[in-house]
């Protein structure tokens, strides 16, 4: 006797079908590559000269007795606390009041959004001409108004802070993207019916806005922590991780053991350490924001 | 949403200041790709060329095969984001709106593929390409990329603030799970599609690592791989490079504000329904 | 809709792509062998150095060289993974302290039989390469570019601060007193000249000039010396003069000479590639040697090598290759248009060099007493990076003091010479 098709086991089937293609490519060139990675990381591989041995977790038990891995974390931390917040706060406000259509809005959109559009390379070396502390344009500019001027790239007190500020004028544009893309879909009918109540404009944010754009919020939220974990390109190429190892992040020194000492077995247990930490961040913010979230469809 | 003319004016007077920090690097940069490069390194604190060259534009093209250049990179970061806009929206959608058993278990397996870091698993993704022959081609720098997890991320989260009426509303029309993905579902959210499809385009035109690392001849490399051409070991020719950079970002803002047009007849779209 | 008739665009030629694929690495010409060469030589050299590959594909019928350039960093990031996918190219540059790595990984080819049997003979070429280029008693590689380190100077700068423009100091105390005088400062306390550019990090080597003038060494027979009298003496010299603002601090070499370009420091050490940067750049420039110190002058030799992959099938055909490279007219055509001296010993007379580029002069002095540096170390990388420049940064910037710097220095040194 044939089974009848309910609606829900049909729409299970053409669930399944419809995120079967990306989990194959996900599957074969994302995850595998994983798997190999996390099997690297139970061995001292010296991935050049090809010598193996087992060592278990090892290697993961080393990381916490090197003082460098340590160092690396503790800057990691430092800038995941201080880039996310200054990065969302910032481009939710622009995004606000972009959205509110001033004269010029449109120009002001898109000049945010050319940093994001242009290679770190080059963001590097242009930064590096205008802010050196010798030569550099800004710094000239200061001097010539009497101040005294210093190279923050180079004075490790502040070059994190230098490496944060170049990551937030990187990724506002996008994130002000994103979340305009949010705040768009808010019906005009509401913000022009809490008009007519007499709502002002800072009422009608916190009551009407937020609430609407919390989940993309969230997913701005939850995807920029997870990228500035793992920062690592304004690092590489404005200051290497230094000075004195002053900005030096973990995904940096992974990459330095990687590639520059051959050690892939131990840059992998590395990379495995940092991805535990940014699981279980993920987890957590994704049970807080989810039940948050309107699911629609099928009862 | 009305104005007034002093809120007006204060506003873009604020994002005037804020606007400088952005413009100035930006006017450095394409100003410096005028100046000869005596001048840049002579004097880098100086913003305006003093006598204006096209010699490193004319340097850019005739010493590196820019044209093939930027076909590659059109092919590379316009094909992967075609193939990424498909999939990552039919996945996105079934991750919001067509529950099936382990589903979340799935998305979360997905969001996991973010959280390691690419330097990581570029060499054994690296040699797995080598094993399937594929080193130095296009099928083989693109298929990793065809579809990504912040794409699927993004298009889920864009779905789920559909209304699930719309859903109901094409079944008793008599339509099937792809029919509604369809004729219903894409072109509520195309607003989304244009934001997502400029972002996988951007990303993937400034990408240098994987691509550098997949191909070896210049007829297959793209843009950025190229432009690093003129940084040497000790000497860098900054005029080449900065020129060479003002001509990357030109598609790309192109691109964008081109997706601004749809992306404002999307908002008109679902603005109607409320 | 004009967006849609784009995406079809890209459609179609992403389609159309999909078939195609890069060229193929074998040769086209029949009965050439191919020859795969990666090297770092992007910038200015490379149109010299396509040149010389060029005539040399057309000058014989047996050979065909395939250069794949890209930046330095990228050459070392692609080459690991090459090879243990069995890609490596046949014939690979390098920077003369990185080859070492890979010889003892088993990558590179033995070069000893190749140059028995060869015209190019061992004493035709700088002796301090081709030591350099020894690995366990067998050559592994051979000279492509020689670079010595020599002491560039703005004369302009010079005559300002009273000192004589053809003059330049000869020795340390000569260059301290010179020092003393190029530095200025501005009423706000902004330095608006600095003497000297000293890189600390990513450079080449210009504190070890400094340690050699003192007679200090780093490594002898595979155990740190970093912690004699001798380099104390050195690096309390440096602390001092980094105070007294003769350079900035944590300069890398390139902003130290970005910072020498633009007319702010009236001295620098550097190496030949610098020059037409230099004048081009406006300075009126003055070279000469580095001093000497009392205990003795060294400079920095270097810059880059050729070896031959351990599993390359075209071995004679690289090897043919780096005899040409190395010949009186390749090197010649080198020379004059890039600048670099001759990686021959017996070109030190050549007419048509000297009457070419009257610079190279300083640079076949210096040849003589060029050193280069940690030539014998394969972890050479690391322990600039892991020790070297820390030392380096906290000394310069007197966060601690020169002989502790130096004790923690010599116990983490050889800490990591004793890592297998």
Redesign the interface.
């Known amino acids: 006797m044939k089974k009848p098709v309910t ?2 086991s ?7 079908l ?2 079967l ?3 194959c ?2 599957a ?7 798997a ?2 996390f099997w ?1 990381s139970l061995h001292n591989w ?5 010598t193996k041995s087992f060592l278990g977790l090892s290697n993961y038990m080393q990381a916490f007795h090197d003082e460098r891995f340590l160092n690396a974390l503790k800057n990691t931390v430092v800038y995941t606390i201080t880039y996310v917040p200054i990065l969302v706060v910032s481009s939710l406000l ?1 995004a606000v ?1 972009l ?6 809005a ?1 120009f ?16 590097a ?6 802010l ?9 500019f200061l ?1 010539r108004l ?4 210093m ?1 923050i790239l ?3 007190s502040t070059a994190m802070i230098a490496v944060v500020l170049v990551g937030v ?1 990187r990724w506002m544009g ?1 994130n002000m ?2 979340l305009l ?1 949010g705040l ?2 808010v ?3 509401l ?1 022009e019916a809490a008009e007519m109540d007499g709502a002002g404009k800072v009422r009608q944010f916190f009551s009407i806005s937020l609430p609407l754009i919390v ?2 919020l969230g ?1 701005t939220l939850i ?1 920029n922590i ?2 500035s974990f ?1 920062a ?1 390109d304004q690092i590489y190429v404005m200051t ?1 991780g ?4 002053s900005t030096e992040v973990l ?1 940096y020194y ?3 053991r ?5 050690d ?1 077995g131990y ?2 247990a590395m ?2 350490i ?2 535990c930490i ?2 279980v961040f ?2 957590l913010q ?1 049970r807080g924001f989810g039940k948050k ?6 009862a | 949403m009305k104005l007034s003319k002093t809120a007006n004016g204060i506003i873009l007077f604020v994002f005037s200041l804020v606007g400088i920090v952005f413009f100035v690097p930006f006017l450095w940069m394409a100003c410096s790709s005028l100046k000869p490069e005596s001048m840049i390194m002579g004097h880098p604190e100086q913003m305006f060329p003093r006598s204006v060259t096209l010699q490193n534009y004319s340097s850019l093209l005739s010493k590196i095969p820019f044209g093939r250049f930027l076909f590659n990179s059109f092919v590379f970061a316009g094909g992967i984001t075609i193939f990424s806009l498909f999939f990552d929206s039919l996945a996105g959608y079934a991750f919001a709106k067509l529950p099936f058993k382990g589903r979340d278990v799935v998305f979360v397996l997905v969001l996991v593929t973010m959280m390691i870091p690419f330097q990581v698993t570029m060499i054994p993704l690296y040699l797995l390409m080598n094993n399937l022959h594929i080193l130095n081609t296009f099928p083989g720098m693109m298929l990793p990329r065809l579809t990504n997890a912040f794409g699927i991320y993004f298009m889920r989260q864009s779905f789920l603030s559909v209304p699930g009426d719309l859903i109901d509303a094409g079944r008793i029309d008599g339509l099937n799970e792809w029919g509604i993905y369809q004729r219903i579902m894409l072109p509520v959210v195309t607003a989304s599609l244009s934001t997502l499809g400029v972002f996988h385009f951007m990303y993937n035109w400034n990408d240098f690592l994987w691509p550098m690392l997949m191909t070896n001849t210049t007829d297959m490399q793209t843009l950025p791989v190229g432009l690093a051409l003129f940084q040497g070991e000790h000497v860098m020719e900054h005029g080449p490079i900065f020129s060479g950079a003002v001509l990357s970002i030109l598609p790309i803002l192109i691109i964008f504000l081109c997706a601004q047009k749809t992306f404002i007849k999307g908002i008109a779209l679902s603005g109607i329904k409320g | 809709m004009k967006k849609v008739s784009i995406m079809l665009l890209i459609g179609v030629m992403v389609i159309g792509s999909l078939f195609a694929q890069g060229s193929n690495e074998k040769s086209k010409a029949p009965g050439k062998q191919t020859v795969v060469f990666w090297n770092g030589y992007t910038g200015p050299d490379r149109t010299v150095l396509e040149e010389l590959v060029k005539k040399y594909n057309e000058s014989q019928n047996t050979v065909e060289i395939k250069m794949e350039i890209m930046p330095w960093d990228t050459l070392y990031q692609k080459l690991m993974p090459a090879m243990i996918a069995g890609n490596a190219p046949d014939l690979i540059a390098m920077s003369v302290g990185r080859y070492m790595e890979y010889a003892q990984a088993g990558k590179l080819a033995n070069l000893e039989d190749l140059l028995a049997s060869s015209s190019l003979k061992r004493d035709d070429l700088v002796p301090g390469l081709m030591n350099a280029g020894m690995y366990q008693g067998s050559q592994y590689a051979m000279p492509m570019a020689f670079a010595a380190m020599v002491m560039y100077y703005n004369k302009d700068m010079f005559t300002a601060a009273g000192l004589d423009p053809d003059n330049p100091p000869k020795t340390l105390t000569e260059l301290q007193d010179a020092w003393a005088k190029l530095v200025k400062k501005d009423a706000n306390g902004n330095v608006t000249q600095y003497a000297q550019a000293i890189g600390v990090k990513s450079t080449v080597a210009m504190i070890p000039v400094f340690m050699w003038m003192y007679g200090a060494e780093y490594i002898q027979d595979g155990k740190s010396v970093l912690n004699s009298p001798e380099a104390v003496q050195a690096l309390e010299m440096l602390a001092q003069a980094f105070q007294r603002n003769v350079s900035p601090v944590g300069l890398t070499g390139q902003e130290a000479d970005n910072l020498f370009s633009a007319g702010k420091a009236a001295i620098e050490f550097n190496g030949p590639w610098a020059i037409p940067g230099f004048r081009g750049a406006g300075i009126n420039l003055g070279i000469a040697e580095v001093p000497a110190g009392k205990n003795g002058r060294k400079t920095w030799g270097g810059d880059t090598i050729l070896s031959i992959s351990k599993d390359s099938k075209v071995k004679e055909a690289a090897w043919n290759f780096i005899e040409y490279w190395n010949s009186v007219e390749a090197q010649r055509t080198w020379a004059l248009k890039v600048g670099f001296p001759p990686t021959r010993v017996d070109m030190s007379g050549d007419k048509e060099l000297l009457a070419g580029n009257p610079d190279i002069i300083y640079f076949l002095n210096s040849a003589k007493y060029a050193e280069i540096f940690m030539a014998d170390q394969p972890k050479s990388g690391r322990i600039d990076e892991e020790i070297l420049v820390p030392l380096y940064e906290a000394v310069t910037r007197g966060t601690t003091k020169p002989a502790e710097a130096l004790q923690a220095a010599d116990a983490k040194l050889n800490a990591l010479l004793a890592e297998k």
């Not at chain 1, 729409?11 to 399944?16: H, L």
């Open positions: 609606l829900s049909r729409v299970a089937r053409a669930g399944t419809m995120v293609p990306s989990l490519i996900i074969v060139f994302v995850l595998y590559p994983i190999d990675s690297m010296n991935i050049l000269k090809n622009i009041f959205n509110y259509g001033f004269s010029g449109g002001f959109k898109s000049l945010f959004f050319l940093p994001s559009i242009t290679s770190m390379a080059i963001i070396i242009v930064f590096r001409f205008l050196d502390g010798d030569i550099g344009w800004f710094s000239l001097q009497g101040f005294r001027s190279d180079r004075t490790p004028w996008f993207v994103i893309s768009n879909s019906p005009e009918s913000y989940p993309i997913f995807t997870i990228s793992q690592f290497k230094g000075p004195m190892f995904v992974i990459y330095y990687g590639f520059n000492v051959f892939m840059a992998s990379a495995f940092l991805f940014i699981l993920t987890l994704l979230e309107t699911e629609g469809g099928i």
